[in-house]
């Protein structure tokens, strides 16, 4: 069977020789999706000779199956102390900054020897990175199928300013109970569809990397992507309606994105510049101390302001002397004050990563251009073969109540604009924008 059609469950603890070169594995152990799956915790907590847990989540998690969870642990014998992250003043939820890390570990207990993480990504992120130091077990129970990386090595968080993914160890079990997961906000679902369905964009960009610039990639694992990410799309419609069948479809896919990442050691299975715009908006956010949108809801947007983009990319003709004038001409004292103006607080370390990596490296960028433009039918046919018309998106965003534009979660067209022009800026990693700049194209031209 090849690995594309197997489920979460039955990857879980697997290890694959590809074709790819490389052998993927994970660390995750047990994955188990399904109705009363949270009934299975205390023998999971067993299973690692526990007898001490450390239980995390939010104010509402708790409510949703914290507080059940922890009964069910105590009934068993097994001590359970609960720390419960609060939201910041002027915010409604908790958000993934290192003062959240630093309270969780300040409120960790010494004696425990298992963790156990109830509630959505932020929870999963702290609880993720809370466990790598000592290396000690963790389950994650997701209450709601609102984002992807469940099952990742790496944490989206927020460090120095910056939406940094940084490396951390896999929950060693997953217990997804769909009895829980289904009784969730509708929202919280919409935002799940929405990080699914940027697969399209992500997988994309994957591929145009691999050609211009040699980057690895895994057929393997982008058809997984394209396998489930159709399923997402197939079945948002009646997942939104409370089908279990359709919403464990969902949650499964948001299972095996995480399991993608580790598999190839990167982020690029799941996200691309549609990504970035929900990492820049949580940065200014963050600047102006205003309450996020949830990350999925962004992605969903993102992804279909990202198929426009690419619509437009592709009536374009390179011209060579153009771009070529226009990586010699980078002004890298306006380029700095750009990213003050913009990114306030944080811009000390954005140019740190531009020192680092030389994204505007002049040499770099002609060598990129030439081999963009000695490879255009092959960056072109990848486009035509992996996205999807964006009207064909925001049919179904519509149908299903999905946010079709930033102006319904509190951003601006104005906004949506700068974050584009700033993807390119805060990771090494070759998204449109980069693509862009490497053809002297501004990113207000498309």
Known sequence: MRMCEITPAELAGKHFSCACGKEHASTVRRVVVGSGAYLGLPDAVRAFGGKSVFLAADENTHSAQGEAAAELLRKNNIKCTVHLLKAEPGFERPEPTEAALGNLVMGSCSGCDVIVGVGGGVVNDL?????RPGNVPYIYMPTCPSMDGYTSDSASVIYNGVKSSVSCKCPDVLLADTDVISKA????LLAGIGDMIAKYVSICEWRISALINGEYYCEEIAEMMRRYRAAAFDN????????PAAVEAI???????????TYAGCSRPASGVEHYYSHLWDMRCLEEHRQCELHGIQVGVGTLLSLRK???????????????RSIRSFDRAAWERDVRGYFGASAGNIIGIEDREGKYDAGK??????RIIDNWDGITRIIDEELIPSEKLEELFKKIGHPTSPEEFGESKKSAGEAFRHTCDIRDKYILTRLLFDLGISPDEI
Do not use: H, W
């Open 127 to 131: 609880c993720k990175l809370l466990s």
């Open 185 to 188: 906000p509708k929202k919280l």
């Open 236 to 243: 948002a419609e009646k997942a939104v309606q409370g089908d």
């Open 251 to 261: 949650i499964n896919g948001l299972c095996l994105v995480g399991t993608a990442m």
């Open 310 to 324: 690419y619509e437009n990319f592709r009536k374009i003709t390179p011209d060579r002397k153009k771009a070529e």
């Open 365 to 370: 960028c002609l060598d990129r251009l030439g």
